[in-house]
């Protein structure tokens, strides 16, 4: 039987290390516009599988996550730990790791194929507020088309904005980096 590793070299795990870091900073700045505020994870993440890739994009969010899951203020708004995590929003933060996989597969595969990658980026956005919006459904014992109005459609703009500039920035980046 195969297994998969993965075999990072310091370099990678330096990389690792900064994106957590830069989602560190830039997860807990929101944009309040109503009960849950625009955050910056999901840009960073956008960014990040065009300079990683997507393996090491996983591991920086699970770091990010770590971080938060112990009560650094990492998530949006300044807030840590274990209740915000299992909060209401919770679950896009965890719908963020299938995101991440996602928009990664994407960047990775099409390569240079701006549009087919936003296509895949709209893909993983979508499986987040899937994630996050039946989470919020099932703890706040509200209909899917409340949660809708409050978590995904103000949203929906601002989202596909970060993934466009997402997809110009990052291979910049991942250019310069080289």
């Given amino acids: 039987m195969k297994t998969s590793s993965i075999k990072l070299t310091t370099k990678d795990m330096a990389y690792c290390a900064v994106f957590a870091a830069i989602m560190c900073i830039l997860g807990p700045m929101s944009i309040p516009i109503g009960t849950i505020p625009i955050s910056?994870?999901?840009?960073?993440?956008?960014?990040?599988?065009?300079?990683?890739?997507?393996?090491?994009?996983?591991?920086s969010y699970f770091i990010y996550i770590i971080i938060g899951l112990f009560g650094l203020p990492v998530f949006s708004g300044y807030t840590g730990g274990p209740g915000k995590f299992f909060g209401p929003t919770g679950g896009y933060l965890i719908g963020f790791l299938f995101m991440a996989i996602i928009c990664g597969y994407f960047a990775e595969k099409y390569e240079g194929k701006s549009i087919v990658t936003i296509c895949g980026m709209i893909l993983g956005m979508a499986v987040d507020y899937i994630f996050g919006t039946a989470w919020f459904v099932f703890l706040t014992k509200t209909n899917a088309a409340y949660a809708l109005a409050v978590c995904v459609v103000p949203f929906i703009v601002f989202d596909v904005i970060k993934i466009v500039i997402a997809s110009f920035v990052g291979p910049m980046i991942k250019i310069r980096i080289k």
């Avoid at 910056?40 to 591991?59: A, C, D, P, Q």
């Fill in 40 to 59: 910056f994870t999901n840009f960073v993440i956008y960014i990040s599988v065009f300079v990683l890739g997507k393996r090491k994009t996983v591991i």
